[in-house]
């Protein structure tokens, strides 16, 4: 009986409690967050890679995420009523709307297949440009209002194309992201992406294609790790930020400072600098230094720009503390060549940070080696 009456006198505080505050029990449950999960699907079979957006009055930011190999996605953490739109580049969808009813069920998303009439193929094959890793699996690759991902092999392909001009974006989670253009002309393609992993912000080296100074001085002068890179006056992207890692081909670790003509290197504290004049790590060491270092192409060390590089006090202060003069210097020779050979990168974090790396030795060159030292052991061997 005295159980009986203590709920009877909690219903009745609850109740007094809502209706002094104007709210009733429903509204309450409808803002408490919920969850559910999406299935994409044509009618027959389910769509993995589907991209998933939402959105809603009580959702402070759009939500993303996507659908894996069985179609599905759980969504977690939604409140009120909640829009829900897919994306997919072989497939139309139309937005659903959800509410807390729909919570802790399955919502199918039906989308038709697009029919593309093009006769060529476009295809993407996705690389890491680091050294030894595999292909960048599950990459997105959007192509106009086209859209896919990588498969294991980094490799995308698009049917239904016809002759013309593309443009293309390529992001995967850790990696900087990849735009270009393609042209498709009444044949299949395939398009080489490769990309750089994001580097961590104090462990970088920035290659730009422009000189380094403190400030801007249109396509002659930048300022090093400006926030947002730098465009000199044909509209080019003149910079390249890279991470710790073995790049054998400087072309396509720092493509855009090299498009624009190689001219300057900032390197953070706690950062190591390795270039060879070949790729693959071959042929000659052309430095090998620690940072903080700040080092312009010599091609221009008489040009009145840059009159003071070496002595001057950059402003602002951080910028002179971070690269004071006496880690400035002029390059021991032309830093256009440069681009021709690969690089290693390390920072103190890394164990092989102090370690020595010679240039590898080519296959051609071990071999002259073998036969040089047979004929010096054996000089009558005919």
């Known amino acids: 009986m005295q159980k009986t009456k203590s709920l009877i006198i909690s219903i009745l505080l609850l109740t007094l409690i809502l209706g002094g505050c104007g709210s009733s029990i ?4 409808q803002n408490e967050s919920y969850q559910l999960t999406v299935r994409t699907t044509d009618g027959n079979k389910t769509i993995s890679d589907v991209q998933i957006s939402i959105s809603g009055n009580e959702i402070s930011s759009s939500l993303k995420g996507e659908t894996d190999i069985d179609g599905l996605l759980l969504l977690t953490d939604l409140k009120g009523t909640v829009d829900i739109e897919a994306v997919h580049g072989d497939y139309d969808f139309s937005a ?3 509410t807390k009813s729909n919570a802790n069920q399955t919502i199918d998303i039906i989308g038709q297949e697009i029919t593309y009439h093009g006769d060529y193929n476009l295809t993407f094959q996705v690389n890491a440009v680091t050294e030894g890793q595999p292909p960048v699996a599950n990459a997105l690759v959007t192509v106009n209002e086209r859209t ?4 294991v092999n980094g490799t995308r392909i698009f049917a239904g194309f016809d002759s013309g001009n593309y443009d293309y974006t390529v ?3 850790g990696y900087t992201q ?3 253009t393609v042209e498709i002309l009444s044949i299949d393609k395939t398009v080489q992406i490769n990309m750089a992993p994001i580097p961590e ?4 080296i920035h290659f730009s294609g422009i000189l380094f100074y403190d400030v801007i001085q249109n396509s002659w002068t930048e300022i090093p790790y400006l926030a947002n890179g730098h465009y000199n006056e044909y509209g080019l992207n003149t910079d390249d930020f890279v991470g710790s890692g073995d790049y054998h081909s400087n072309s396509l670790a720092f493509p855009n400072a090299v498009a624009t003509t190689f001219d300057g290197i900032a390197i953070d504290e706690g950062t190591r600098l390795i270039i060879y004049s070949q790729e693959n790590f071959q042929g000659e060491i052309i430095i090998d230094v ?3 270092k700040l080092i312009n192409n010599y091609l221009y060390e008489g040009s ?3 009159s003071d590089y070496l002595t001057k006090t950059f402003s602002p202060p951080e910028l002179n503390e971070q690269f004071p003069p006496e880690t400035r210097s002029w390059s021991d020779s032309n830093m256009h060549n440069w681009s021709y050979g690969s690089l290693r990168i390390r920072t103190s974090s890394d164990p092989d940070y102090h370690d020595d790396f010679p240039p590898l030795v080519s296959t051609s060159e071990q071999t002259a080696t073998i036969v040089s030292d047979s004929v010096q052991e054996n000089p009558a061997g005919f």
Do not use: C, K, M, W
């Not at 429903?26 to 449950?29: C, K, R, T, V």
């Not at 912000?201 to 970088?204: A, D």
């Open 96 to 98: 659903i709307q959800v």
């Open 304 to 306: 009145f720009q840059v």
């Open 201 to 204: 912000e104090g462990n970088r």
């Open 26 to 29: 429903d509204e309450i449950l």
């Open 171 to 173: 992001s995967a989670t």
């Open 178 to 180: 990849v735009s270009g």
């Open 290 to 292: 620690y940072g903080p």
């Open 148 to 151: 896919g991902n990588t498969d």
